[in-house]
């Protein structure tokens, strides 16, 4: 049984820094054998999109996040992060990693999309981000 499992989430302000993390875990984890994005979700809002990286540790972001997060893998640590740098209160939600067969996500125009969610291997549980102004 895969689990992933998000951290670091936390209350700042805007302008502020967090980097959160996700750990896979499990006997049916192979590292570096999936795509891992993060998406974010706000009540009352869909799930968005915010980046993924490719197993040759390539990423793509959406146009929302770009040149303010990075997202970063390392498979010896079955951990893969993100860093979130000039956070702004739009940036509140509760933050998810997902795993994914290769190819499965993309950037279309300006946003992160997911051929279909049912070809998400794994969803973390989440971890909430506050950014106060």
């Known amino acids: 049984q895969v689990q992933l499992v998000e951290s670091g989430g936390d209350s700042v302000q805007s302008g502020g820094s967090l980097t959160l993390g996700c750990v896979a875990s499990g006997s049916g984890w192979v590292a570096g054998s999936y795509w891992m994005a993060w998406f974010r979700q706000d009540p009352g809002k869909g799930r968005e999109g915010i980046g993924f990286t490719r197993r040759d540790s390539s990423t793509e972001y959406a146009d929302s996040v770009k040149g303010r997060f990075t997202i970063s893998q390392d498979n010896a640590k079955n951990t893969v992060y993100l860093q979130m740098n000039s956070l702004e209160p739009e940036d509140t939600a509760m933050y998810y990693c997902?795993?994914?067969?290769?190819?499965?996500?993309?950037?279309?125009?300006?946003?992160?999309?997911?051929?279909?969610?049912?070809?998400?291997?794994?969803w973390g549980q989440g971890t909430q981000v506050t950014v106060s102004s």
């Open positions: 997902a795993a994914a067969a290769p190819g499965y996500f993309a950037k279309i125009q300006e946003r992160i999309v997911v051929a279909s969610p049912q070809l998400i291997n794994y």
